[in-house]
């Protein structure tokens, strides 16, 4: 129970605002492109497998690329703006901020 409150607790000190991001997997060959108001709390259920679906399914658990925005619905029309974007424009705008495709997660 301790250990599941200081989680919490941790994704509580997160800025005000939302995030777009970027999800792969290890062989980096499938995007998943998403928004949410927590980027802590959001890759903790996408690393431990909690969200089924698309990531789940797939094993989509490296965080490559986020933008931060000033509220939700910002982000989910720019996650939108990118999902409709080629694979090239992605693979672009993830290596401009990310070119070795490293996993950002540790960093947040």
Request: overall charge positive; cysteine-free; aromatic content about 12%.
């Amino acid at each position: 129970m301790k250990f599941l409150k200081a989680i919490v607790s941790s994704f509580a000190m997160e800025p005000k605002g939302a995030y777009v991001y970027i999800l792969t997997n290890d062989r980096g060959n499938v995007f998943y492109i998403g928004s949410t108001e927590s980027i802590k709390e959001r890759m903790y259920f996408h690393r431990q497998r909690l969200i089924p679906g698309f990531t789940k399914k797939y094993n989509v658990t490296q965080l490559v690329y986020f933008e931060m925005l000033p509220d939700l619905e910002t982000a989910q029309l720019r996650e939108k703006y990118l999902k409709g974007k080629t694979r090239k424009k992605k693979n672009l705008l993830v290596e401009a901020m990310n070119p070795s495709y490293k996993d950002l997660t540790p960093s947040l």
